[in-house]
């Protein structure tokens, strides 16, 4: 079990480093409120970092990504759905901050690099672009991409480390435990395996004694229990709020924020011999990521630009980091607390968590050169109810793929085409308006962008992309009920009819691309490209857009051309084979080597 002895009362840096009093002076010339007993700086009130509401930004985060090897599917899919989010509130008008990036130090980092012959910076640089690179092949829109080997970064958290100094709530004390290299922390027995083995990551753990500086968080105990009873949606999924109230319940314990046997990490400041604890390092990077100077970054002015987060996207394994140990440490130096940590479930292959560790990774390279970046976005959106595990299986992908994006929207816009440029030289006869006067199928459409937003907003991904493939479905029934290419036979009334009946779906179609542009932005501006739009007005859309009435009579329809290819030979697939914890040919030797290296 591990313990903590010979713990001395106050850190002696405190008596060295800016007293009380400077800190008092700060907190009065930045308004916080400074409440001198238990906790000195807890800032209570969100007024004094942030813009007034109206023009707060909306800030997403993913978790800083180790560098320990390159990304897997598991990294890539809480970007991916950060991404759709962040598109989304776009698309609402808001002012979108999305910040994601890499975890450069550490341990892990600092073997990963030695095992393959690699300095730390090197082997940071190569992995961290490796990162950006895939970003980019996934259509990631993300505004901030902060690393923590960057100067600005090391000067928040320098800063940050004092303020909690100076706050006393930073202590010296030797500790005697067992440690998940993987994990990056210390690990009870109690929550070890055979071996004492780390249950995520079935590795042993070592034992390790050191003399560290620790963080006071059972001083926040109660304020973490009074934060969460007073804003229970700071957790979500609901049922994930449960597990962070139990470990609080059952005794915070205050935990070791610097290490005097790494060297590859942020100098503790005023002591040269330990580098900060990973984890207190690089939470700070959801805050120096909003700072635009690279050398000068300072704490408060950084956080004036953004602070706080609205949402932190996380895997459900580092909850306890997000919900306990972050927004402790924040209220030690007097910051406002983020307002929403969502921690969702895992993607795993044969019922075990995908990862680095485990080396039973899924490429997201091979499968966006396989099936492209919508299709990938689309299937771990849809396919997995966000907040819970999901498995992935080949079969599943290449079904739901072909029959959602390829038959139900593809399909549905590629024959209506087809039908429009046979019988009205692919021109619109009327305004969308007037083609749906009195016809209820337009109330249906609205009814289901309307759910599919609220979807969106209550981040139920899956629901929100099942809602608007309802949208496809409708549209489906709706054409095969009416089948305009026999009114168009009768030619007369029944003619004018059918090329009304085109631009009602064209306008449904139309109003999917949008609706589903968070999940499938290339397939969606393919979609208005097919409808006539430039790029310039596709770039202007926004959600109010998704009402109906944006194809106006007279507009001209591209030449009808498909614009998502059916996954056609499963065979031919199967035999490419998508590498699970394999590597790629295409890859540079050294990122392929990085891969072996993490899962062995
Ligand atoms: N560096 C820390 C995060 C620091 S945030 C200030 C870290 N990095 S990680 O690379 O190991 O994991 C990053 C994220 O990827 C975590 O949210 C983790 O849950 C997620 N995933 C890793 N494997 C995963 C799956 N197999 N499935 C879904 N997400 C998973 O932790």
New binding site residues.
């Given amino acids: 079990m591990a313990v903590r002895i010979n713990c001395s009362i106050q850190n002696t840096l405190c008596l060295l480093n800016p007293p009380l009093f400077s800190l008092r002076y700060r907190a009065s010339r930045l308004k916080l409120k400074p409440q001198l007993h238990r906790r000195a700086l807890f800032c209570t009130c969100a007024t004094t970092d942030g813009p007034p509401q109206s023009t707060e930004p909306y800030v997403v985060t993913?978790?800083?990504?180790?560098v320990?090897a390159p990304p897997?599917?598991?990294?890539a899919?809480?970007t991916i759905a950060a991404d759709a989010i962040a598109r989304f509130q776009r698309l609402l008008g808001k002012k979108v901050i999305f910040i994601t990036g890499t975890?450069e130090h550490g341990e892990k980092i600092a073997t990963a690099a030695m095992a393959l012959g690699s300095s730390p910076p090197d082997h940071c640089n190569l992995i961290s672009q490796s990162y950006k690179t895939l970003w980019k092949d996934l259509d990631i829109s993300y505004d901030k991409f902060i690393r923590t080997t960057d100067s600005k970064h090391e000067a928040i958290v320098k800063e940050f480390y004092s303020r909690v100094l100076a706050n006393g709530d930073i202590y010296r004390a030797d500790y005697d435990g067992l440690y998940c290299v993987n994990c990056?922390e210390y690990k009870d027995e109690k929550e070890l395996i055979d071996d004492n083995c780390c249950p995520v990551h079935l590795k042993p753990c070592v034992s390790r004694k050191e003399d560290n500086y620790f963080f006071a968080l059972s001083k926040y105990q109660k304020a973490l229990e009074e934060t969460l009873n007073k804003n229970p949606n700071f957790v979500q999924p609901s049922f994930r709020l449960n597990e962070v109230q139990s470990w609080i319940k059952s005794g915070l314990r205050d935990f070791s924020i610097s290490r005097a046997s790494v060297d590859w990490g942020i100098p503790v400041p005023d002591d040269k011999t330990q580098t900060i604890y990973?984890?207190f390092d690089?939470?700070l990077?959801?805050i120096s990521a909003l700072s635009d100077s690279q050398e000068q970054a300072d704490l408060q002015k950084t956080v004036s630009s953004g602070w706080p987060a609205s949402l932190h996207?996380?895997?459900?394994?580092?909850l306890r980091?997000?919900a306990v140990y972050w927004p402790a440490m924040l209220m030690s130096a007097g910051l406002s607390l983020p307002k929403m940590v969502f921690g969702?479930?895992?993607?795993?292959k044969d019922g075990m968590?995908?990862?680095?560790s485990l080396g039973n990774?899924l490429e997201p390279n091979d499968l966006v050169n396989k099936f492209g970046t919508d299709a990938v976005r689309y299937f771990f959106l849809r396919e997995v109810e966000f907040g819970n595990d999901g498995d992935y299986s080949e079969e599943r992908f290449i079904n739901i793929v072909n029959a959602h994006l390829a038959n139900t929207i593809g399909n549905l816009l590629n024959r209506t085409l087809g039908l429009l440029k046979k019988n009205c030289q692919s021109i619109l006869v009327v305004d969308s308006t007037t083609a749906a006067e009195g016809n209820a199928f337009k109330d249906d459409v609205e009814k289901l962008v309307d759910k599919a937003r609220i979807h969106y907003e209550n981040l139920s991904l899956s629901s929100a992309c099942e809602a608007v493939l309802e949208i496809g479905n409708v549209g489906n029934s709706y054409m095969d009920q009416r089948a305009p290419w026999s009114l168009f036979k009768q030619g007369g009334t029944a003619a004018e009819a059918a090329a009304k009946d085109l631009v009602i779906i064209l306008e449904t179609v139309r109003i999917i691309a949008i609706a589903l542009f968070p999940v499938t932005p290339s397939l969606s501006w393919r979609i208005y490209a097919q409808l006539g739009y430039s790029r310039d007005q596709f770039d202007a859309t926004t959600w109010s857009d998704t009402k109906w009435g944006g194809l106006k009579g007279g507009q001209v329809m591209a030449q009808p051309k498909p614009v998502f290819a059916r996954i056609e030979n499963q065979t031919e697939v199967e035999d490419k084979g998508v590498a699970i914890g394999k590597t790629v040919k295409s890859k540079g030797k050294k990122l392929k080597q990085a891969q072996e290296v993490a899962g062995a």
């Fill in positions: 993913t978790p800083l990504y180790y320990n897997h599917m598991g990294s899919y809480t975890d990056e990973v984890w690089a939470l990077g959801y996207l996380i895997g459900k394994d580092i980091f997000h969702h479930g895992f993607l795993t968590k995908m990862g680095k990774t």
